[in-house]
């Protein structure tokens, strides 16, 4: 099924805005389930959105009005866009694939449930 690349991170004061974006080339088919994830250090891996081929969409409480995940679907990629980032924000971001029905409520939002992982982008966000 390939590689998933992200790409995007940087570093950003607060209430900025970074876009991310993931090379999801071969996971983009007829069934789907796709999501990013953030670890920051000392702290477990969190979903952070999610979007699936029947229309689901998850967002963790924290991102809510802030982040907003889409398909790329000319490009095959995944994209988090993030407005008015705060510092809490800060942490390593991963696209995640093969993964559950997408639904809000955070349900879906298990590491373990997703298959395939990237290597992650860093975001760095300064008060």
């Known amino acids: 099924q390939g590689q998933l690349l992200e790409s995007g991170g940087g570093s950003v004061q607060s209430g900025g805005s970074l876009r991310l974006s993931c090379d999801a080339s071969?996971?983009?088919?007829?069934?789907?389930?796709l999501a990013w994830f953030r670890q920051a250090p000392g702290k477990k891996r969190e979903g952070v959105a999610g979007?699936?081929?029947?229309?689901?969409?998850g967002y963790a409480d924290s991102v809510k009005g802030r982040f907003t995940i889409s398909l790329d679907i000319v490009n095959n990629t995944l994209d988090l866009q993030m407005n008015s980032l705060k510092p809490e924000d800060t942490a390593m971001y991963y696209c995640?694939?093969?993964?559950?029905?997408?639904?809000?409520?955070?349900?879906?939002?298990?590491?373990?449930?997703?298959?395939?992982w990237g290597q992650g982008t860093q975001v760095t966000v300064s008060s």
């Open positions: 995640a694939a093969d993964g559950p029905a997408i639904r809000d409520g955070g349900g879906w939002a298990s590491p373990d449930e997703f298959g395939y």
């Open positions: 979007l699936d081929s029947y229309g689901g969409t």
């Open positions: 071969g996971f983009i088919g007829d069934d789907y389930s």
